[in-house]
């Protein structure tokens, strides 16, 4: 097994604006998966973070997201990556031994992606896994997921946001056969920020723990959290309902158009 863990990195993507989310999801981190064995890394630009096991990767003035993470996988050895967000810290214990099946699976198989979120969903392709098509709908997102580091690197194009890359980055996904996903989601953590404000509903959450107090961003106000879940509410209902070849398309018309739902 130790082979295996040196081939994996837990990469959690960040920039200094962020810092005052750093404490909270690595201190959720040692309490949910405290016998994590992987390295972790955390890519800032130029602040420090002094935390036990973790690597700070510093990549200096803010570009832009691709080209940030492009310089900061340069500094990272490992061939596989495990990608967070520093606003999606863990919300519950993970199995560590469980984590290692669908990781040698992962390594076994070959693949190139593994969604671990199981959203969008697929059809099963085999035991507990599926295999997401070339054409499909967020064929590559960010996070939280397993990619090759050699892939995400050659899918990754300087000058992309996060948003800008799941769009064109799965265009680009198109020509790698071996992206899959789990039939269903294997972390569970929170999402904390949206648009620069804590969400009305994990705000409550992080009152309760006392970890709110320590977050620099405003709390959204209810109306905003409506329409937020409201436009989450039409984009799983959309998926569902619109042929997954046609989804690319429609979404790329109606942005076009303005929309931001789908």
Known sequence: MLDIEKKLAVVVISCDNYSSLWD???????????????????VTNFKKFDYYGVNCVNVGEDRDWSSNLLNALTFIPETNLLLFLEDSPLNSVVNQSMFESVYEEFVSRDMDFLN?????????YFSGISRIPEKSFYRATVVINLWS???????????????????????RSDLYPNF???NRCFFDYIH??????????TAKILKLSGELKILEFPVQNRCEYIKLKTKNFIRT?????????????????LKGKGFSYV
């Open 24 to 42: 909270i999801f690595f201190s959720r981190f040692q309490k949910f998966w405290p016998d994590c064995p992987y390295e972790k890394y955390l």
């Open 180 to 182: 899959y996903s789990l």
């Open 116 to 124: 671990l979120k199981n959203d969008p969903k697929f059809t099963s």
């Open 237 to 253: 209902f959309s998926l569902k309902i619109i042929p997954r070849k046609l989804q690319r398309m429609i979404r790329y018309k």
């Open 192 to 201: 904390i920020v949206y648009k620069r404000k804590i969400m009305y509903d």
């Open 149 to 171: 580091k050699c892939v995400f690197q050659n899918l990754l194009k300087a000058g992309e946001s996060a948003w800008e890359f799941e769009i064109a980055g799965t265009q």
